[in-house]
């Protein structure tokens, strides 16, 4: 199976920070990433597809970027409604595995 | 509007069985590679099974395979999973999500049910 590490797993920061988020594959996985964002008690909600389109109706301060192995999910100007939990998932192999998670806390 | 409603979740024993459920509408049901996702309380995101749009494929994760069956009925819009000899590490909440594909490649989940609670113990 192809593991996916999330890095950092808990993230402090600011309203209107910049914050990145890392995502490394234990093997190539092309292009085939997702992002998702997911609030307590909620299911999760995609926000990226193809390590770099962004899914219908999510906010542009949200990108992605990478191929190959890593990848990254950037906020541009962190709001508040985005302190959440995010994971990234390979879709290049079954099974589709996701990340640990990230934490994003408010600091 | 887009919707998946899961059922059938609760608490059972040890070795036993239950069915979940998934009741999609809102998109033409048929037309779509269906997964169930399950979350461990407290824990990260595991892809369980998936379906083909006809029902020919199915794959599951090694962890359940032999003791779960993903199955469909696109007549009535509806995505089922049957889970059999359950253990506790079966215990987590479990979505239902709707796949999206380009050119016939997987690439994410566009839409999630809220999930449902299944709890394995004595």
């Known amino acids: 199976d192809i593991q996916l590490t999330q890095s950092p797993s808990f993230l402090s920061a600011s309203v209107g920070d910049r914050v990145t988020i890392t995502c490394r594959a234990s093997q190539g996985i092309s292009s085939y990433l997702a992002w998702y964002q997911q609030k307590p008690g909620k299911a999760p909600k995609l926000l990226i597809y193809a390590a770099s389109t962004l899914q219908s109706g999510v906010p542009s301060r949200f990108s992605g970027s990478g191929s190959g192995t890593e990848f990254t999910l950037t906020i541009s100007s962190l709001q508040p409604e985005d302190f959440a939990t995010y994971y990234c998932q390979q879709l290049n192999s079954y099974p589709p595995t996701f990340g640990q998670g990230t934490k994003l806390e408010i600091k | 509007e887009v919707q998946l409603v899961e059922s059938g979740g609760g608490l059972v024993q040890p070795g036993g069985s239950l069915r979940l459920s998934c009741a999609a509408s809102g998109f033409t049901f048929s037309s779509y590679w269906m997964s169930w996702v399950r979350q461990a309380p407290g824990k990260g995101l595991e892809w369980v099974a998936n379906i083909k749009q006809d029902g020919s494929e199915k794959y599951y994760v090694d962890s359940v395979k032999g003791r779960f069956t993903i199955s469909r009925d696109n007549a009535k819009n509806s995505l089922y999973l049957q889970m059999n000899s359950l253990r506790a590490e079966d215990t987590a909440v479990y979505y239902c999500?709707?796949?999206?594909?380009?050119?016939?490649?997987?690439?994410?989940?566009?839409?999630w049910g809220q999930g449902t609670l299944v709890t394995v113990s004595s």
């Open positions: 999500a709707r796949g999206i594909t380009i050119f016939g490649v997987s690439t994410g989940f566009d839409y």
